[in-house]
């Protein structure tokens, strides 16, 4: 059991006080951020905005993988693909505003906006409160290979923000702020161990499949949560390591999710949409749970 608790390493930046002050929602640093949501704390809700809703080739022009959940006391993303920057700043999405960033797997269009992330976090939003970052075994150093790749010496400059790496056990549940995280092993070749994710904040459960092929491991991972968001590549193509819409139909009555909402969609689908019985994400649509 992994327990990593940002709000504690500085002066309560996500409590719903500083967040309700009167003057609209804030973000660690007391810039606006687009959440508007004015409710008292008790009745707060969890809001879960879709940054990114297309594949790794962006397709239709949609940005790669990215889920911005505002639980109340904790905000993260769920993925955080190449082109997640670019979606955060579209949506008014502070990198200030993040308190965790949870990665399913270590393929670009999931975790390759992390430099670009941290960077702007350094330079333009002038974090100061700690980052959390969490993912599969071998996340850190992937990590710092990309920021070495991309812009050579950011890895190890000193910033005025700490960033905690926690990398997940497989079938382990881990508290990361007032998140709890349960990682399950699904079938899809990334150099290390690729994750569906369940995460519990603020009594509610999202279940997300990262990328994968059907596995039995999805029913697990969605089983009694109030949101699944599954995957769903293709429309009825067949490729290995991932999952299409024909599939997904076929094993549907196996999800005991109360919702369930695809994502990742390539051309293919994309062109077929008016045949999807199923809720279809799009950049920028927004769930409340
Ligand atoms: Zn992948
Ligand atoms: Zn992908």
């Given at each position: 059991?992994?327990?990593?608790?940002?709000?504690?390493?500085?002066?309560?930046?996500?409590?719903?006080?500083?967040?309700?002050?009167?003057?609209?929602?804030?973000?660690?640093?007391?810039?606006?951020?687009?959440?508007?949501?004015?409710?008292?704390?008790?009745?707060?809700?969890?809001?879960?905005?879709?940054?990114?809703?297309?594949?790794?080739?962006?397709?239709?022009?949609?940005?790669?993988?990215?889920?911005?959940?505002?639980?109340?006391?904790?905000?993260?993303?769920l993925d955080?693909?190449?082109?997640?920057?670019?979606?955060?700043?579209?949506?008014?999405?502070?990198?200030?505003?993040?308190?965790?960033?949870l990665i399913s797997h270590?393929?670009?269009?999931?975790?390759?906006?992390?430099?670009?992330?941290?960077?702007?976090?350094?330079?333009?939003?002038?974090?100061?409160?700690?980052?959390?970052?969490a993912g599969?075994?071998?996340?850190?150093?992937?990590?710092?290979?990309?920021?070495?790749?991309?812009?050579?010496?950011?890895?190890?400059?000193?910033?005025?923000?700490?960033?905690?790496?926690?990398?997940l056990?497989?079938?382990?549940?881990?508290?990361?702020?007032?998140l709890?995280v349960f990682p399950v092993?699904v079938?899809?070749?990334?150099?290390?161990?690729?994750y569906a994710l369940r995460v519990?904040?603020?009594?509610?459960?999202i279940a997300y499949s990262g990328?994968?092929?059907?596995?039995?491991?999805?029913?697990?991972v969605?089983?009694?949560?109030?949101?699944?968001i599954?995957?769903?590549?293709?429309?009825?193509?067949?490729?290995?390591?991932?999952?299409?819409?024909?599939?997904?139909?076929?094993?549907?009555?196996?999800?005991?999710?109360?919702?369930?909402?695809?994502?990742?969609?390539?051309?293919?689908?994309?062109?077929?949409?008016?045949?999807?019985?199923?809720?279809?994400?799009?950049?920028?649509?927004?769930?409340?749970?």
């Open positions: 059991m992994n327990e990593i608790d940002p709000m504690n390493l500085s002066a309560g930046p996500g409590s719903s006080e500083n967040r309700h002050n009167g003057s609209g929602n804030l973000d660690h640093q007391g810039r606006a951020v687009a959440v508007d949501d004015a409710s008292p704390a008790a009745e707060r809700k969890v809001r879960l905005r879709f940054l990114g809703s297309g594949d790794n080739f962006g397709s239709e022009g949609r940005f790669q993988a990215c889920i911005h959940v505002d639980a109340g006391a904790t905000r993260f993303l955080c693909g190449a082109s997640s920057l670019i979606a955060m700043k579209r949506a008014g999405i502070s990198t200030a505003a993040i308190d965790v960033i270590l393929h670009g269009d999931h975790f390759g906006g992390i430099p670009f992330f941290i960077l702007d976090a350094q330079l333009i939003s002038r974090r100061e409160v700690p980052l959390v970052i599969p075994p071998g996340l850190t150093q992937r990590v710092r290979e990309a920021m070495e790749v991309f812009y050579p010496g950011s890895s190890a400059v000193e910033r005025k923000f700490r960033i905690d790496y926690v990398e056990a497989e079938g382990e549940s881990a508290t990361i702020g007032g709890t092993r079938v899809h070749g990334s150099g290390a161990p690729s519990e904040c603020a009594g509610t459960i990328d994968t092929e059907w596995t039995d491991a999805l029913r697990k969605a089983d009694g949560a109030d949101l699944f599954c995957e769903s590549y293709f429309f009825e193509k067949r490729m290995k390591n991932h999952l299409n819409y024909r599939t997904l139909m076929a094993h549907r009555a196996e999800l005991g999710c109360k919702r369930l909402i695809i994502t990742h969609m390539g051309e293919d689908i994309l062109d077929r949409l008016g045949e999807i019985e199923l809720e279809v994400a799009h950049d920028g649509m927004e769930v409340i749970l």
